[in-house]
């Protein structure tokens, strides 16, 4: 598969400001989310979810200060959908968010939804899905915010949006059965069939010597994070995850999934040759290695069309950019001292029905029967009391303007991103493997100008630190965007100044409409109780543990216990079945006739 990146191309003329994109205050997309063939990877066709019967998705280009609405109709016929702009604070309009059960309904077929928001972040974001375990089967896409009054304009001559991403050829309803069972008692992920990049392989990119390139690179992918660089070239980043930062070098970045970088790349001025651009994806995540797996995908920049363009170099290791280091091109001081502390310990284990999943503080995050802002926004007083959003949605209620610490402490032997809604934080800590939890009386100096960003990785058996200020009134999720690990109940919910929430939030008509038509009720506590908004009987609850005793080891070999018995009876079976040989036919006759027994 090749693709030309000119349709993901757009570029800048830096003196003057211009950019090739629609110029409108408000900007309208009427979408109707359908079923599409794909195959990106030109290794198998399947089924993908795309927006009015194409994939990929469109790149969205905004300018800073527009107004986006989105018409969503689904018309997939056989799931609900949902629709997330990853990154976007949603100042104002947490009701627009996205993820389901937390902020909104999902929308069945044949429904339509309407999202209503102004963009007043520049910087690289994206677009995807918030229904459970279904972004990966196609619904993500590239958006871009262009700011007029970036610190780097005049500093490039264009922009290019680009992407990374994992793909799977199976889709991921039968994926996450197959995940979330009995039969995977370790919780082993499905690893991807290929990486993509622009949702194709073999990309071409066609340059000019000596001009500068501005790239927005996202990892749009479910699974794996991706190490990236362009041979024989160095890349200034400037921007992650929305956020301007200083300059720095690098010759090779790691992006997780749901990260974001803008660099500047400027191009040598030597035609004569074609440079590799490689994505591969981390290997360390995966569970097994299939012989068939290839971890890159590379594409080029073009130089000379009648130049060869050369496979990638192998790397004898990975030695990423350390994005701790980057400094807030804004100079934004580290906040003072918490006014509160949300702990999270983070645990894999197997409950009840065999099956694995994943804990903040032994709790596996279950949704409630009442999205948790409709909960907020309709229990009065009472929102202010944590019980209301039940006891399997790990929720926390945050005062208005607090200064808020996140504190994660890794107990599993995995890298995992986590990305918080509404809000991008200070990343104060992040400790090396095997650290341990974070011991507030034993830790290095926090930077005085932390690096901000909405997604960060911790590190296996290790820790991190984030603090952001409480400044966003609205119910926010905290969740590892795995999203095998959110479907398996990685995830918390941050309650924010809820009583400021019940002054100044509204829900739209037509949200309700779609909760009436999934028949998912919209007042009242966790449960649906809207009389004792404090009794919680009725709502929806985790798998019940595993008896004392059992572990994911005593699992797998109780499976394959019970496979080696059944197979054994039927083995039995079969061979009581069989009709007897002469010779065995005569040798029960001699047995029955020694012991005294009859054979007429």
Known sequence: MALSLSNFLYAILATSGHVLAVYADTVTFNWNITWVRANPDGMAERPTIGINGQWPLPLLNITKGDNIVVHLNNMLGNQSTSMHFHGMFQNGTNEMDGPVGVTQCDVPPGSSFTLNFTVDQPGTYWYHSHTRGQYPDGLRGQLVVYDPENPYLGQYDEEVALTLSDWYHDEMPGLLASFINYKNPTGAEPVPDSALMNDTQNLTFAVQPGKTYFFRLTNIGAFAGQY????????????????????????????????????????????????????????????????????????????????????AALLDAFEPFDDFTLIPQDGMSLYEQADYTVSLDLTMNNLGDGANYAFFNDITYTAPVVPTLYSALTTGANASDVTVYGGYTNSYVLQKDDIVDIVLNNDDAGKHPFHLHGHNFQAIVRSEDDWGHYDPNNHSAFPATPMRRDTLMVRPQGNFVVRFKADNPGVWFFHCHIDWHLASGLAATLIEAPLEMQKTLSIPQNHYDVCRAAGVPVAGNAAGNTVNVLDLEGENEMVHPLPAGFTAKGIVALVFSCISAFLGMAVIAWYGAAPLSSAELASAKRFIAKHGGSTN
């Open 228 to 311: 990236f660089w362009i041979e024989g070239h160095t890349m200034r980043i400037i921007e992650v995850d929305g956020v301007y930062t200083e300059p720095a070098e690098a010759d090779m970045i790691y992006l997780t999934a749901a990260q974001r970088y803008g660099f500047l790349v400027t191009m040598r001025n030597d035609s004569s040759a074609n440079f590799a651009m490689t994505g591969s994806m981390d290997t360390d995540l995966f569970d097994t290695l299939p012989p068939t797996l290839n971890a890159n995908v590379t594409g080029w920049l073009v130089y000379n069309n009648a130049a060869p363009k050369q496979s």
